[in-house]
């Protein structure tokens, strides 16, 4: 079982960058699978990245391809996501969560319903 903790949210201008990161507790970080996904008031949950256990793979939604960068670092257990050219569309709570996969090769997804733990998610706010 993960404990998945979100930080690095916060008020930035439109074409501003952040960093949020996911910070995991518990044993076996290396056999999961990690998404981020954010929800806007009113709308649905939406996939945004997720990086394969190893992180070899990623996978990014069309709308965030090119301005968004995912990332892991499985010494510490913590992923990453790198927010630049932001757009007020992209206001959100950002989750991250995580989906158990062992060690094999796997393609990560974008499907909410395909991961086990969540976060508490993190606020980004894009405005100016």
């Known amino acids: 079982q993960l404990k998945l903790v979100e930080s690095g949210g916060g008020l930035v201008q439109p074409g501003g960058s952040l960093r949020v990161s996911c910070v995991a507790s518990?044993?076996?970080?290396?056999?999961?699978?990690i998404g981020w996904f954010r929800q806007a008031p009113g709308k649905e949950r939406e996939g945004v990245s997720c990086?394969?256990?190893?992180?070899?793979?990623?996978n990014y939604a069309d709308s965030v391809k090119g301005r968004f960068t995912i990332s892991r670092d499985n010494a510490k257990n913590t992923v990453y996501l790198q927010l630049n050219s932001l757009k007020p569309a992209d206001t959100a709570v950002y989750y991250c969560?995580?989906?158990?996969?062992?060690?094999?090769?796997?393609?990560?997804?974008?499907?909410?319903?395909?991961?086990?733990?969540w976060g508490q998610g993190t606020q980004v706010t894009v405005s100016s």
């Open positions: 990086i394969s256990n190893s992180g070899s793979t990623t």
């Open positions: 969560a995580a989906d158990f996969v062992g060690l094999g090769v796997y393609e990560p997804s974008l499907r909410p319903g395909d991961y086990d733990y």
């Open positions: 518990g044993s076996g970080f290396d056999y999961y699978g």
